[in-house]
């Protein structure tokens, strides 16, 4: 018994020894993966910074690629309109579900301060003073256009560019009553510097840049449709309409009129075709492509019998041309159909993959008993007409763009 302590003693004194001289002053060691600081835990501000990332607990994403922390509220600034905090670190971050102020599908401004004006003001904001919420309102570091869907996995991304936080303001001036309008950079397919709502007579945005080429979209919730309509406002050329800003020497404020995209709306395109699933089959189906199902914007994914669903298929860029998108696009492995018995969707002349054009709108009928013969003519079909100059009823018809 005491030889067995005598050598235990011996056997940890050893163990203590290596585990001290096998780490040795100055040696490299294998890297230890980074500790990743959850900012709920060090939190001045008491916003919530926490990500949401699964479908049930998330409204939809938004991705910080700004140096700055930041706050986003629904709507307009007031301590009951929080959505939560926002990291800078340029990952997607989920923003949680809240039944309080997310119920129910909806489109709203979302208005983002930095964390730093959060704090700084955060007294008059719990007392909700007036003169502290209409200042950051009309100052915010940024707005974007927000469409929760919350019926849907709303996997929509919402990236906040980097350019924002520098000291150029740039004033964007909306004193229209019917029209909002989002603010891109670079290209209309660029990251979004803002958002200017209607009847917003000044909307600042603080920029690093110096030279801006500004390209404004028009984009709205069609209840009617039930899809999220785009407009590009287009010049002469047939391109989307823009208009270039610098900040020369001494120069630290710029305007933008919002009204001179309108005047040029005369010549406009939205980017985008549509098509639409007009069910005259016996049973209610869906549509999907590939192996992802199409849902309305408020997540339904059923069209009923003798029913229509309306869905927009965007536009690809124009080669490599990021400032313009393509006039049509070519589509395949669409299939549309009950649960199970869904089919391809072929065009008048039995093809699978055909193309749409911009502005169009094709309809896809769809006809048939998933309780037939998959052999005979009582099956689901569906077919659409992709020929515009077709003189068979039903043919593409161009879509007037309404605001």
Not at 102 to 131: A, H, V, W
Not at 239 to 255: A, C, H, L, N, S
Request: with cysteine.
């Amino acid at each position: 018994m005491k030889t067995f302590l005598k050598w235990g003693g011996v056997a940890i004194l050893l163990a203590a020894l290596l585990l001290f001289v096998g780490c040795p002053i100055g040696e490299d060691k294998e890297e230890e993966p980074p500790v990743v600081e959850d900012p709920d835990d060090i939190n001045e501000s008491g916003v919530d910074f926490k990500s949401y990332t699964g479908n049930d607990v998330r409204a939809f994403w938004v991705r910080n690629s700004t140096s700055k922390r930041l706050i986003a509220f629904r709507g307009a600034v007031h301590k009951d309109n929080i959505l939560g905090g926002i990291p800078n670190n340029g990952n997607l971050h989920g923003i949680q579900k809240s039944s309080a102020l997310l119920n129910g599908s909806q489109e709203f401004s979302m208005i983002l301060i930095t964390e730093d004006d959060y704090i700084k003001n955060k007294s008059n904001i719990d007392k909700n003073d007036n003169t502290t919420l209409l200042t950051l309102q009309q100052n915010p570091f940024t707005r974007v256009y927000v469409f929760y869907n919350s019926n849907g996995d709303n996997s929509v991304q919402y990236e906040i560019s980097s350019i924002l936080g520098g000291t150029n303001k740039l004033n964007v001036i909306n004193n229209t009553q019917a029209i909002n309008i989002e603010v891109r950079i670079g290209g209309i397919y660029g990251p979004t510097l803002g958002y200017a709502p209607k009847g917003s007579l000044s909307t600042y945005l603080y920029v690093s840049e110096r030279e801006l080429d500004l390209f404004p979209v028009f984009k709205w919730y069609n209840e009617y449709l039930d899809i999220v309509e785009t407009i590009y406002p287009m010049n002469a050329n047939n391109k989307p309409w823009r208009k270039p800003i610098v900040f020369e020497d001494g120069v630290t404020e710029q305007y933008f009129d919002v009204q001179e995209a309108i005047d040029a709306l005369n010549n406009r395109s939205s980017g985008v075709a549509r098509l639409t699933i007009i069910n005259n089959a016996a049973q209610a189906i869906r549509l999907r492509s590939g192996d992802s199902e199409i849902k309305s914007p408020t997540g339904i994914a059923s069209i009923g019998v003798s029913s229509r669903r309306t869905v927009t298929i965007e536009m690809p860029k124009s080669g490599n041309d990021s400032a313009t998108f393509a006039d049509s696009i070519q589509i395949d492995n669409y299939w549309v159909g009950p649960i199970g018995e869904q089919v391809r969707i072929f065009n008048h002349e039995g093809a699978s993959n055909f193309w749409l054009q911009a502005d169009y709108e094709y309809y896809v009928y769809v006809t048939g008993d998933m309780n037939s013969s998959k052999e005979g003519d009582g099956y689901i079909k569906a077919v659409v007409i992709t020929d515009v100059n077709s003189e068979e009823d039903g043919k593409p018809v161009k879509f007037e763009l309404k605001l």
